[in-house]
């Protein structure tokens, strides 16, 4: 990292609207472009152009909600997030980790091949670049370096961009993750856009980002566009309508292990794991081996399969069983596993917030299970 | 080094029947590179992998100094039973070692008490085996108290003799069996406390077996005056990693496979307390 600083590679300058169609395509060159796009009457993130950004739209999020409404903004980046993350590319749903043959020689075991252009993602939000991150550590810096992962990642680029205006169901700001994409996390940002009213300030803050910069043709920002800026970000953090008490976490869930209110979360859940599947901290997942019939061969009785690495959620029923027994077979302790992790335990093991107030678990639990307000009544009486 | 995430291979070089469902494997890593990077220590644990079934985390059974890498199984899940209907010659997928191991240094200048359930006394096996190799006679014998359900439960059953020639033992049963002599004691594992006289203050504890085990024996020890930072349990989760990915072995804030199995009962007596934490 000493010798990013020493290069001085912080660029920063100011490109027209438009002009953000010839940073995607200067992207595509080199990499896949994944971005935001419509589709099914939701914004989804996969391989997009600059024509397929959403701009303009405008979405209704509330518990369990989700509508794109007629209202058209100014602004390009005028939408917010929809269900997918970066994890599905990085963290595939059903992902091959490697292929064994058996036979009566042995095993062998080929590493699957993680091949194919780098990924740039573009659109990423503040809250979703502490999530990566997150998942930087979790899958590069464990004990076993994950090899899928660090393939997927490898040479990725990240356009991040200060957030216009937050979700209705949106509060980084009081988790400290949003809606600006700050210092703490522009090494995972390479570029960060912040939208003006005319213009787009782009900064890039890694050389892989000010490479791309390079080619493009902008103005210097001027203080008074700095300016814009500053004030964009605060009343983006003014609009949010809900918030944590951050600063009492992690004692607040430490605390409150045993309390009455999870008994009564249980009884709302439905224990579908969308909150898992949306959340872009969520990373448990489970192995299995695949043999498909063409498997089996009668000669020399050999075997062929893979072994897949697919999305688990801790709401699974087996999530936490072993032979004999399950360590949380009731829905109150598989709730307060989760929530627990997000809001307690993570912090604790990779020194990062495992929620990063994107809200999207608010927004897709079709039981209208709103974290917030599951934390606030723990501070109820029990 | 070789990489963690992927399956070695590894051959059966014996197998041996301890109980009617528990057999001891020893296994000989095929790649010779991997057979000399590879090390672990006493208490940590490997995942086995009978592919096309799935993978099992499994601690190792026998000690850093043994010739063959052991791995004491009871049948309980696929891939266990998978492995049972395996031969002398047949291969498994290892990956490994993971997770912590027994605190060998906190034992210096203390008296080690090893406490076992059932087939909990696998990873202990490992620090017995090696205490057995470098024990210096003349100190203080170690205690090791071990409970299984019926007589016919004991792993490791000729292994003892050898055992009593370092270790003060003590074995109990839940219940007896009419076909088998029993001179041991009958009753809880923490009922074995009264039979050994031991100084509290100087003791360490590592302890293994059914997490009930653990609820019963460890304030017994405290409430004779053994401090609980000095008593260690392995833990037992459902795994999958191996590594801190796959998120199943939480417990509390804690990875069972990476910051575990081993842990200081100070560091998790807060989450001990709560029922399915
Ligand atoms: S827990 Fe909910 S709000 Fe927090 S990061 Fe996950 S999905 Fe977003
Ligand atoms: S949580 Fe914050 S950073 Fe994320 S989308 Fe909402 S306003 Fe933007």
């Known amino acids: ?382 | 080094m070789y990489d963690k995430t992927i399956p070695f291979e590894a051959k059966i070089r014996w197998i041996k029947r301890e109980t009617r469902d528990t057999a001891t494997y020893a296994l000989k890593i095929s790649d010779r590179e991997i057979q000399r990077a590879y090390s672990f220590s006493p208490g940590q644990f490997n995942m086995l992998a009978v592919p096309g079934i799935g993978e099992s985390a499994i601690s190792i059974s026998s000690c850093p100094a043994d010739r063959d890498l052991m791995h004491t199984i009871r049948v309980a899940g696929d891939v266990t039973t998978a492995i049972d209907r395996l031969n002398v010659g047949d291969v498994v997928g290892v990956r490994g070692p993971f997770g912590s191991g027994w605190p060998i240094e906190e034992t210096v200048g203390r008296d080690l008490m090893i406490i076992a359930g059932g087939l909990g006394i696998a990873p202990l096996r490992s620090i017995i085996r090696q205490i057995l190799k470098s024990h210096p006679g003349g100190s203080r014998a170690p205690v090791l108290l071990y409970g299984t359900k019926t007589p016919k439960d004991v792993i490791f059953r000729d292994e003892f003799p050898r055992y009593r020639d370092v270790f003060e033992v003590h074995l109990t049963v839940d219940r007896a069996d009419p076909e088998v002599y029993w001179r041991g004691e009958m009753g809880v594992v923490t009922a074995l406390l009264d039979r050994v006289t031991f100084n509290p203050l100087n003791t360490v504890v590592f302890m293994c077996g059914p997490e009930i085990m653990v609820h019963r024996a460890v304030p017994e020890l405290v409430a004779r005056g053994v401090p609980g930072e000095k008593i260690f349990i392995s833990l037992e989760r459902n795994m999958d990693c191996g590594s801190g990915i796959c998120g199943h072995c939480m417990f509390g804030p804690r990875f069972v496979c990476k910051d575990g199995p081993v842990f200081r009962f100070t560091d998790v007596e807060q989450f001990l307390k709560i029922m399915e934490i």
């Open chain 1, 1 to 382: 990292m000493e010798s990013l600083k020493e290069k001085k590679i912080k660029k920063i300058k100011k490109i027209k609207k438009d002009d953000l169609k010839i940073l995607f395509d200067k992207l595509r060159e080199s990499y896949t472009v994944i971005g935001p796009k419509l589709s099914q009457g939701v914004v989804v993130l996969s391989e997009a152009g600059f024509e397929d950004l959403p701009a303009g739209f405008r979405d209704y999020q509330a518990r369990g909600t989700y509508r794109l409404t007629d209202e058209k903004a100014v602004d390009v980046f005028s939408f917010s997030n929809g269900p997918d993350s970066f994890k599905r590319f990085l963290h595939p749903p059903l992902n091959e980790i490697f292929s064994f043959r058996k036979s009566k020689k042995g095993i062998a075991i080929e590493p699957a091949a993680k091949e194919g252009r780098p990924i740039a993602f573009v659109g990423i939000r503040a809250c979703d670049t502490w999530a990566l991150k997150l998942y930087d550590r979790i899958f590069l810096e464990g004990p076993a370096r994950d090899p899928s992962y660090s393939a997927l990642r490898k040479d990725s680029l990240v356009i991040a961009v200060n957030c216009p205006h937050p979700g209705d169901n949106c509060f980084c700001s009081s988790m400290g993750t949003g809606p600006e994409v700050t210092p703490e996390v522009t090494d995972v940002a390479d570029i960060v856009l912040s939208e003006l009213e005319k213009s787009f300030i782009v900064e890039a803050s890694t050389p892989a980002g000010s490479d791309i910069l390079e080619g493009i043709a902008g103005e210097e920002a001027t203080d008074r566009d700095l300016e814009e800026k500053r004030s964009r970000i605060e009343s983006c953090k003014k609009a949010m309508k809900k918030s944590v008490p951050y600063g009492e976490l992690p004692e607040l869930i430490y605390r409150n292990l045993e309390h009455p209110r999870w008994k009564d979360t249980a009884k709302r859940d439905l224990e579908c794991g969308n909150c898992t599947q949306v959340c872009p901290t969520c990373f448990c997942n489970s192995s299995y081996d695949l043999i498909r019939l063409s498997g089996f061969s009668q000669k020399g009785a050999e075997l062929k399969g893979v072994r897949i690495r697919k999305w688990d959620s801790c709401f699974s029923r087996n999530f936490a069983r072993v032979h004999g027994g399950n360590f949380r077979p009731s829905r109150r302790a598989r709730y307060r596993q989760w929530m627990a992790h997000k809001l307690a335990y993570t912090k604790e093991q990779f020194a990062l917030p495992g929620c990063v107030g994107c809200g999207r678990c608010i927004t897709w639990c079709p039981a209208g299970i709103d974290i917030t307000e599951e934390l606030e009544a723990l501070k109820g009486v029990r």
